[in-house]
């Protein structure tokens, strides 16, 4: 059974461009979450899809935005890149059932230049 | 904000057991506590979670107080491979309600 699986796993772009990066939950799980993590810091929430809609959102700016597809794999989209958006960005998948577990993917790298 | 206060770091001898502290003292009653690692530059990992009783895995044990106010993950023989950032987390156990990261603790594993 694959886990939470990211691509790409690096990356690399100029200020002002934009990026997609893919996560493909645990097999069954269909609630995706994606988090964003600075060096140094732990990470923190931008979002989460359900039934291919936007649950709820943390406190991050409209360039970052999402999809879920039927499949219930999904895209995390930042446009206009910021040097600060440098992180390492996180895709979590879980179960709507009781004492669910939310497991974490390794994670895309994403580099600002 | 996290709902948990973690000591930043700790150390602690390779074979020997790690138990790491987490005050939870806010818990309401439908929430969980869950236990994460993460080891330099991979995502979160998950270890153990439990609501009230005392839970054991093939991973860690998770000892929580009868009041559920505070808790205590245990490696039972601690590995070099266990050097990681802790996070103790606490969560309505339902698919909407978000990880709340806090600092953490930076265990390091000394031979």
């Known amino acids: 059974d694959a886990g939470v699986t990211q691509s790409p796993t690096h990356l690399i772009k100029t200020r002002g461009q934009q990026v997609t990066l893919r996560c493909s939950p645990k097999s069954g799980h269909d609630t995706v979450s994606w988090y964003q993590q600075a060096l140094g810091q732990g990470p923190q929430f931008i979002f989460q899809y359900y039934e291919e809609e936007e649950r709820q959102r943390g406190n991050f700016p409209d360039r970052f935005s999402g999809h879920q597809f039927p499949n219930y794999s999904s895209e995390l989209n930042v446009n206009a890149l910021l040097l600060g958006d440098s992180a390492l960005y996180l895709c979590a998948s879980s179960l709507p059932t009781s004492g669910n577990t939310i497991y974490f993917g390794e994670g895309s790298w994403l580099t600002v230049v | 904000d996290a709902k948990t206060t973690q000591p930043p770091s700790m150390d602690c001898a390779e074979g020997r057991a790690a138990n790491l502290p987490c005050n939870h003292s806010?818990?309401?009653?439908?929430?969980?506590v869950y236990w994460y690692r993460q080891i330099h530059s991979q995502g979160p990992q998950y270890i153990i979670h439990g609501l009230k009783n005392n839970e054991t895995n093939e991973m860690a044990s998770l000892i929580i107080t009868e009041d559920r106010k505070s808790s205590t993950l245990i490696l039972p023989h601690a590995t070099l491979r266990d050097t990681a950032v802790y996070y103790c987390?606490?969560?309505?156990?339902?698919?909407?309600?978000?990880?709340?990261f806090g600092p953490g603790t930076s265990l390091s594993v000394i031979p």
């Open positions: 806010t818990i309401s009653g439908n929430e969980y």
């Open positions: 987390i606490v969560r309505v156990a339902t698919s909407y309600d978000k990880v709340i």
